[in-house]
């Protein structure tokens, strides 16, 4: 079963409650909406050649410029790559790349796109390919000489998932990382020996790409792995699972290379009952892993898992309220120590918002800058900062678009919050 299907309600469903909480095992989080800073939309979606409905967050280049994805619009309405510049005093939007979808090419980008060692694009698709079930692509600029205004770039489709028992399916949300070898590492959220979604590896190979799975996941340890992965500087891979755990909700988990192989481990379980780890995990400097929960369910919200003697402790930094929201992709961390995300369906409005949890005094205070439709709504992806502190991210909804499903306006923004 892919994201699509399995989350259309959660999609679409914006809850009716704004999130307000009393942070879980005893730590007080203090609910402040963030007065002081500024939400603008650089970018509202129109549906067409630009795209409509980026669910990931934004890559930034040392020019300041900012690339994504939207998972439709397009040529085929069915995503586009694209690349926000500054211009004098406002942003200019470029398509670099519309999907054509099967067989040929993907379609339907969930997942954003990281640059690679040798300076191109790299992401999925969740859908399209050989197969149907999603595709691996590189996105550079066309070696020719370009004499119009929009210069579409040169994709590569690397792989192809084919979903039997030896491959996965349907990637997701999560963005792939590379080692120091420039080999490329991602997860499928279906697909493998147990149909439950695999861990991958694609090294370069004669010109090609040779793909080796590193985990076939079960329900036993974890299942459905949904968000990307993170490498620490020992070389071991973490990442989460969608499903599982001791409440069905997901696992923590971490992959060691060992001689040949990798050894799977298990770190923790998902303790928010009622939401899903669908994102990946972030560590700081002292070794502790940060996530979110709040996918195909209500309430979720923001962990810290804390390494201690050989094992980790789960802990719930700040829980969220309500059904079919809650933060759904990697939290963010700054130099300080704070903590920034987002989350669907809440704030003052129901219509999302960006958050920040700050370290006070043995706990954490919650602040927040509230959607209200027009300036976005629904935001799914993280939040990248620059050196001046501002945060920048997108909207799945919102904005002046023309889009309009079930009555929810509006086809997505890139959004800036200043101080």
């Not at 005893?26 to 409905?53: C, E, M, R, W």
């Not at 390919?129 to 994709?155: D, F, M, N």
């Not at 949300?173 to 991958?200: C, H, K, M, P, R």
């Not at 998902?270 to 400097?285: I, L």
Request: proline share 5%; charged share 10%.
């Amino acid at each position: 079963m892919t994201y699509q299907q399995r989350s259309a309600t959660s999609i679409l469903s914006i809850s009716l409650q704004t999130a307000m909480a009393l942070i879980c095992a005893g730590i007080l989080a203090a609910d402040v909406p963030a007065q002081a800073q500024t939400l603008t939309v650089l970018h509202s979606f129109t549906g067409g050649n630009d795209g409509k409905y980026p669910t990931a967050g934004l890559t930034m280049d040392r020019a300041g410029n900012f690339y994504g994805t939207t998972a439709y619009g397009g040529a085929s309405d069915v995503g586009v790559v694209f690349r926000l510049s500054p211009a004098g005093s406002g942003w200019v939007l470029t398509p670099l790349y519309s999907f054509q979808g099967p067989p040929n090419d993907g379609e339907i980008p969930y997942s954003g796109v990281v640059f690679g060692p040798d300076g191109s694009l790299y992401g999925t698709t969740n859908d399209g390919g050989q197969y149907g079930r999603g595709t691996v692509y590189r996105l550079r600029p066309s070696p020719a000489a370009c004499h119009s205004v929009i210069c579409p770039w040169e994709e590569t489709v690397l792989h192809s998932f084919g979903g039997s028992d030896r491959d996965g399916s349907y990637p997701g949300y999560g963005s792939l990382v590379f080692d120091q070898a420039g080999n490329i590492y991602g997860t499928a959220e279906n697909g493998g020996t147990g149909g439950s979604g695999v861990v991958f590896e694609l090294t370069p190979s004669n010109g090609g790409w040779t793909e080796s799975i590193l985990r076939n996941f079960v329900e036993e340890g974890g299942y459905y792995p949904f968000g990307g992965l993170i490498f620490d500087s020992s070389g071991n891979l973490y990442g989460t699972t969608s499903a599982g755990g001791t409440d069905d909700t997901g696992v923590i988990y971490q992959l060691s290379p060992s001689g040949s192989g990798w050894i799977y481990n298990v770190l923790a379980s998902n303790e928010f009952e009622n939401a899903s780890t669908c994102s990946g995990v972030v560590m700081d400097g002292q070794g502790n892993l940060f996530g979110t929960a709040g996918c195909f369910g209500g309430g979720g919200g923001v962990f810290e898992l804390t390494p201690s003697n050989g094992s980790w402790t789960f802990n719930a930094l700040y829980t969220f309220s309500g059904s079919n929201t809650g933060p759904r992709d990697s939290p963010t961390l700054d130099a300080a120590g704070n903590i920034h995300g987002t989350s669907s369906g809440t704030g003052l409005y129901n219509e999302g918002e960006v958050f920040k949890l700050t370290p006070s005094n043995g706990g954490w205070t919650y602040t927040s800058v509230s959607f209200n439709g027009s300036n976005g709504s629904d935001p799914m992806g993280s939040v990248i900062l620059d050196a001046a502190g501002n945060i920048y991210g997108t909207a799945y909804y919102g904005g002046n678009g023309s889009c309009n499903v079930e009555g929810i306006t509006g086809c997505g923004v890139v959004w800036e919050i200043t101080p």
